[in-house]
């Protein structure tokens, strides 16, 4: 029998959605819904798929990055991508866009962090679906296994309709819908045997 110590050896979260439990402690991952680009012994690494950014849009972004925006440059949701380096943009995609600095992640779906894709997406080419993330959310070792095993997370496999659809506000509930629970139905008591 493994140890609970042993998931982060012998599991990974990459390209999962972990969803927050209803008692989510923490005020900041309330309700959200995070795509997990990156997750190993070292630790994890995910995007908040389901919180707008309310400081800035892409067209202000572009502006101050001094890119020049096309005539076919798509609206592009900014979101809050979680707590750590909210000065620092993501852009998570569908896999279509690989350049040399892309992560592509399992799933169809793909990560890079550099101008050349906000260059791009400004002249209306590059990935066919995206959303940018300001920040991150980041796990040290162990750290998300224990979160998980304090009843804090779901996690969930991620689809692209759910990812890039831009209702935020039900997305969270739509997540727990994958696996067929609602809010109510879930208990604040983890199972410990």
């Not at 096309?70 to 620092?88: F, S």
């Not at 260059?119 to 991150?136: D, N, T, V």
Request: with cysteine; proline share 6%.
């Amino acid at each position: 029998m493994a140890k609970s110590t042993d998931f982060q050896t012998t599991a990974t979260l990459t390209g999962q959605l972990l969803v927050a439990m209803p008692q989510m402690k923490d005020a900041r991952f309330e309700r959200t819904v995070i795509y997990l680009c990156a997750h190993s012994k070292e630790g994890a690494l995910g995007l908040v798929v389901n919180r707008p950014f309310k400081k800035l849009t892409f067209p202000a972004l572009l502006d101050q990055l001094e890119i020049a925006r096309g005539p076919d440059t798509r609206p592009i949701r900014v979101l809050a991508g979680g707590p750590v380096e909210e000065g620092r943009g993501f852009v998570l995609h569908s896999d279509d866009y690989v350049r040399e600095d892309t992560l592509k992640v399992d799933g169809g779906f793909a990560l890079t962090a550099t101008i050349e894709i906000l260059k791009a997406l400004a002249k209306g080419e590059g990935p066919r679906r995206s959303i940018l993330a300001l920040g991150y959310s980041g796990w040290g070792p162990g750290q998300l296994e224990r979160e998980i095993t304090d009843n804090g997370w779901l996690n969930v496999p991620a689809d692209p309709s759910l990812v890039f659809d831009e209702t935020l506000d039900t997305k969270w509930e739509r997540a727990l819908g994958k696996l067929r629970l609602t809010p109510t139905s879930l208990s604040g008591v983890a199972g410990h045997a």
